[in-house]
């Protein structure tokens, strides 16, 4: 930067001075409406210097207005914020009329602003995790990783999961499911979420484990449970069979629900593989 500066200098000096030591100006001619205004080159650069030195000094000022407590920076920061609400609203608008790419723009405008700004990364990151765009969704959790306010926690880390799902990233997603059951053992999308983690991990028993609180919660309906705890079971079944270890089998067995150990499918299940 301080090279540029300096090259930038002297070919100032050198527009300036040169024709000076030459002796000749050399001429500019400027010829608007009708008028003719000539000037030497000399004179048109030291002009033309005075005008950025002044439009930078207006800048400077400017910025100071809106950045200070003042009554136009009051005014500027309500326009914006009025803006930004503005454009989220209109960004819901078009999310509920399955508009993702409208909506998406508008909220990476009103991301720009602090009104909404959090709410907006969120929803946008969501969009973009539905629409399989993981880097754009990533950067938008990177602007409120660090910052995001303790209200909206919850939704930050769960849209994290899902991106962590999506992005087949399971060591972390685990970390975080078992993080969200901790605060809220209970809440459906977490449950959905944690179902989908430990099935694509074939973890059967930390699925198994989950079920209860996944009845209780009305996670999916009652039949869709049923088939998620037969699979789940089975499969559990078939792992511990697949140990050959007839005292870790046992012992699982004999933990399990008087219903689950009534059934005839899982019992036929060992017992064939005893035979």
């Known amino acids: 930067m301080l090279r540029i500066l300096i090259i930038f200098l002297v070919l100032i000096a050198g527009i300036i001075v040169g024709p000076l030591l030459a002796n000749h100006q050399g001429s500019v001619l400027f010829q608007v409406a009708g008028y003719r205004i000539s000037t030497s080159l000399t004179a048109f650069v030291i002009i033309e210097i005075i005008f950025c030195v002044l439009l930078y000094v207006f800048f400077v000022i400017l910025r100071t207005l809106v950045t200070s407590h003042t ?29 993702d790419d409208k909506a998406l723009k508008l909220l990476e405008k009103s991301a720009k602003c602090k009104q ?10 969501q969009i973009e995790i539905n629409h399989d765009q993981l880097k ?3 950067n938008h959790l990177e602007q409120i990783k660090q910052p995001c306010p303790p209200e909206y926690q919850f939704a930050f880390h769960l849209v994290q999961l899902k991106l962590q799902l999506k992005s087949q990233l399971y060591e972390s997603a685990k970390e975080n499911v078992e993080k969200l059951l901790d605060e809220n053992p209970r809440n459906r999308e977490v449950l959905r979420l944690a179902y989908l983690l430990f099935n694509e991990c074939a973890d059967y028993q930390a699925l198994i484990e989950i079920l209860p609180s ?11 449970l049923d088939k998620i705890k037969h699979v ?4 559990r079944i ?3 069979l697949a140990k050959n270890n007839a005292i870790e089998l046992k012992s699982w067995w004999n933990e399990q629900p008087k219903a689950i150990r009534h059934n005839n499918e899982y019992k036929l299940l060992i017992e064939g593989n005893d035979n």
């Open 71 to 99: 009554l136009f920076s009051e005014w500027v920061n309500i326009s914006s914020r009025k803006k930004a609400i503005k454009r989220f609203e209109q960004a819901q608008g078009y999310l509920l009329a399955g508009e």
């Open 116 to 125: 909404n700004r959090v709410l907006s990364h969120l929803q946008a990151a």
């Open 136 to 138: 754009s969704a990533n």
């Open 214 to 224: 996944m009845y209780k919660a009305n996670a999916y309906t009652t039949e869709q």
């Open 232 to 235: 789940a079971y089975t499969a």
């Open 238 to 240: 078939k792992q511990l």
